[in-house]
């Protein structure tokens, strides 16, 4: 049997098993604290890990502000001063939170699913990109970030004569017990001059992008409706909590 050499290259389906009750699904209205994000995700990580509680996927905005993952260097912080700072479990560097962007914070069990990393990873990726192929943007994976990304052929060359091209989304996971969180965030509509206080994930001379600056003046509503469905696709069911 083959060894997948590449993320491209693992199944990215990680459905649960079939007697596992569906994902809750919740959808938090106005601007989130990041605090008190993390704070949730931690009680309810760690509910799921005792058996007391469903997995789940959270759809937030946050206030502008940066977080700094486990891999961050203080040299990709360019403006310290401009808006909050925090320093945070998941995996990677410095990135951009702010409104108009969708992050989705995923607590799902993967000993449930499948306790690989890399995997997972490509699912969240294979999540992005279909997601992004409902409003015909072609969203790329690259072997050597994390992240997904659309060519921009209209702007110049890259510093070593490649095409140009941004990132459109970010993947950033903790796990613990075999229980993710923290997780992906797509640029709908942010404001994307905020992203050069920092050096995106420690990545220099790439640019990001959102939908609205590809041209498709897409509503957060509709964005939410296709990462749902294409999240079933992946994972398995939803459900809406009562009350929610």
């Known amino acids: 049997m083959n060894v997948p050499t590449s993320r491209a290259d693992l199944l990215t389906e990680l459905k649960a098993a079939g007697d596992s009750p569906p994902v809750e699904w919740l959808i938090s209205d106005g601007l989130v604290p990041y605090a008190e994000a993390v704070a949730e995700m931690e009680r309810h990580v760690a509910a799921i890990a005792d058996g007391r509680a469903s997995e789940r996927v959270w759809l937030v905005e946050h206030p502008p502000l940066y977080t700094a993952g486990t891999s961050a260097d203080a040299g990709d912080l360019l403006a310290p001063d401009r808006f ?134 897409v509503s957060m509503a509709e964005v939410d409706s296709a990462l749902r469905a294409e999240f079933e696709t992946l994972f398995g069911p939803t459900i809406t909590p009562a009350g929610a």
């Open 84 to 217: 909050p700072v925090f320093k945070t479990g998941r995996g990677g560097e410095y990135t951009y939170h702010g409104p108009g962007q969708r992050v989705a914070y995923v607590m799902l069990d993967l000993n449930r699913r499948a306790p690989d990393l890399r995997r997972y990873v490509a699912a969240l990726e294979a999540w992005i990109i279909a997601t992004l192929d409902r409003f015909n943007v072609r969203g790329e994976r690259r072997e050597d970030r994390v992240g997904v990304w659309v060519r921009r052929p209209e702007k110049p060359p890259l510093f070593d004569g490649s095409p140009a091209e941004d990132k459109i989304a970010a993947i950033g996971i903790r796990v613990r017990r075999w229980v993710t969180f923290h997780g992906i965030s797509l640029n709908v509509e942010p404001d994307l001059e905020h992203y050069s206080g920092i050096v995106p994930c420690g990545i220099s001379g790439y640019g990001a992008t959102s939908l609205v600056d590809l041209g498709l003046p």
